[in-house]
């Protein structure tokens, strides 16, 4: 069973940076199209950045030129480097295929917190 574990999420200033991780047990991540989301408070799950196999990457235009998604074969996981965070930044983020997949159950995702 595939299970995906995100971490790295903090409470940071406006203008701050974080590097968020996921680490996947029961598949290889360089198989899939991968993708972050994003969950703001009182909202649904958006994905704000993929990575698909070649790979190549492609971005909201909210977060474009501030986030960068990756992926580390070796260690079976991937990252999502964030700067010049802004509040509307704040939410839950997880990563997940994309499209999401029901056959993959979602992480407990990891909390970003952008406030002064």
């Known amino acids: 069973q595939v299970q995906l574990v995100e971490s790295g999420g903090d409470l940071v200033q406006p203008g701050g940076s974080l590097k968020l991780s996921c680490a996947a047990s029961?598949?290889?991540?360089?198989?899939?199209?991968m993708a972050w989301y994003h969950q703001g408070p009182g909202n649904g799950r958006e994905f704000v950045a993929i990575?698909?196999?070649?790979?190549?990457?492609y971005y909201q235009d909210s977060v474009e030129g501030r986030f960068t998604i990756s992926r580390d074969d070796a260690k079976n996981t991937i990252f999502l480097q964030m700067n010049s965070l802004k509040p509307e930044d704040t939410g839950v983020y997880y990563c997940n295929r994309f499209p999401a997949s029901q056959l993959w159950p979602w992480g407990q995702g990891t909390q970003v917190t952008v406030s002064s």
């Open positions: 029961g598949t290889s991540l360089r198989l899939h199209t």
């Open positions: 990575i698909n196999t070649v790979p190549s990457t």
